[in-house]
């Protein structure tokens, strides 16, 4: 019985291994109107790339060398058309074609199919029930909230301004964007900036972070079961339970309270509208709501990408203010004149900051929170010039090659926020300035990451003086979202 099981899994593993070289070389074939980097036959591109901090910047430099797309291999069978120009992201997003299959997957035992990973009918039917907890109105109260946050930070700061030592920020900056997500668009008082000890779901979010990236770049990973039985898998599905713990404690205690209020307006009355109630009272033409299955799905997404992206731009933003005195004090200058003192920012005053606005984005060009995201083709794609690639294939964008690119952006490597004054903008394709993506599946909480970005710039610049310590230059590397593998350090003093 025994020799025959063998056998059988001898001749599945065969078949599965042919199946993957025919699909293989098909694609190599396909490939062939795209030129790019030699690839090693088994390991693809994978030594290329060194996670050293270097490996953007490397791809950026292939960019240069092979124009608009090139393919970038992952072991012998996985490839991906990867797109560094915005003539061909404009084709791709613009599409409705589905997050792909392969790199997402290995996300979805963490955040579910939410928002971000599902596809077809029910991505468009969870968007339109959300789409109501991005209004305006819903936003108009967080701001206030978010200064809340910001400032329980600055205090904090105010140790690292006295004795004028060199700090690590996306750790206080990450407490503080949970702090916010969480009394934003969950009414929940977590008290995480300043409950002693390390955050769990923070540190959860790191390891599930490095793991999805380390099963990426390891072809045996790829395969479900030799993951699982890996110590990697152990400390992936341990990670996991402790982030999905989090998000049910938060929706427990949110279902807890409105098991008495079921309609949205009596909610209201009592406070302002967030976005678990909105979750939780959605209803589509039929008159359904979200499963149980699905409402865990979009906590866990929006808790994860509504403090982990925003951490990220706002740290590196930061990082850019104490790089730049010289637009660092102009952003100051007409903050001061817009919060006349206050130690708090109004939703009316976030529309009367463009300079420090086109600083925030030019920080978003020089450092996307997400570098990259990818789809998978359904249909044959062809882009501008003529070039196709067929359906079922995988395509990724490089927010980051783009916003780098040469070609489109002049001293790409260069911080100048009036490559964002209006005339500047319109003689641009609007596709070279992707930080949420573009298209019909761009980022439903844009609106939200910029009026916090606005938000806790104001207040970090009306209270302190952002100094760069040239010891200490990020190893930018691409993770679920852009970190730094060295931190992303800075000094503080008090406001001049």
Partial sequence: ??????????????????????????????????????????????????????????????GSKYPYA????????????????????????????????FA???IKEWIGDGLLVSHGQKWFRHRRL???????????????????SANTMLNKWEKYSETGETFELFEHVSLMTLDSILKCAFSYNSNCQTAGGTNAYIQSVYELSNLINLRFRTFPYHNDLIFHLSPHGFRFRKACRVAQNHTAEVIRKR??????????????????????????CARDENNQGLSDEAIRAEVDTFMFEGHDTTASGISFLLYCMACHPEHQQMCREEISQVLDGKNTVGWEDLSKIPYTTMC?????????????????????????????IP???????????????????????????????????????????????????????QTFAMNEMKAVIALVLQRYE???????????????????????????????
């Fill in 466 to 496: 952002l100094i760069e310590d040239s010891k200490w230059k990020p190893k930018i590397i691409p993770r679920l979202v852009l970190r730094s593998l060295n931190g992303i350090h800075i000094k503080v003093k008090p406001k001049s």
């Fill in 391 to 445: 359906a079922g294939y995988l395509v990724g964008t490089s927010v980051y090659g783009i916003h780098r690119n040469a070609t489109v952006w002049e001293n790409p490597n260069v911080f100048d926020p009036l490559r964002f004054l209006p005339e500047n903008v319109s003689s641009r394709s609007p596709h070279a300035f992707v930080p949420f993506s573009a298209g019909p599946r761009n980022c439903i909480g």
């Fill in 70 to 101: 090139f393919p970038l291999w992952f072991g012998p069978f996985v490839c991906f058309l990867n797109i560094h120009h915005p003539d061909y992201a404009k084709t791709i997003l613009a599409s409705t074609e589905p997050k792909d299959d």
């Fill in 1 to 62: 019985m025994l020799p025959l099981f063998a056998l059988v899994c001898v001749v599945a593993l065969l078949f599965k291994l042919t199946v993957l070289v025919v699909k293989s070389r098909k694609t190599f074939r396909l490939m062939e109107t795209f030129t790019g980097p030699p690839a090693h036959w088994l390991f693809g591109h994978v030594l290329e790339f060194k996670q050293d901090g270097s490996d953007l910047d490397k791809m950026v430099a292939f």
């Fill in 104 to 106: 997402y997957r290995f």
């Fill in 255 to 280: 279902k807890d309270e409105l098991k008495e209020e079921k309609e949205l307006d009596r909610i209201e009355a009592k406070r302002y509208l967030d976005f678990l109630d909105i979750l939780l």
């Fill in 130 to 148: 959300l789409t109501p907890g991005f209004h305006y109105d819903v936003l108009k109260p967080y701001v206030k909230l978010m200064s809340d």
């Fill in 360 to 388: 925030i984005k030019e920080s978003l060009r020089l450092y996307p929170p997400v570098p990259g995201m990818a789809r998978n083709t359904t249909k044959p794609i062809t882009f501008f010039d003529g070039r196709t």
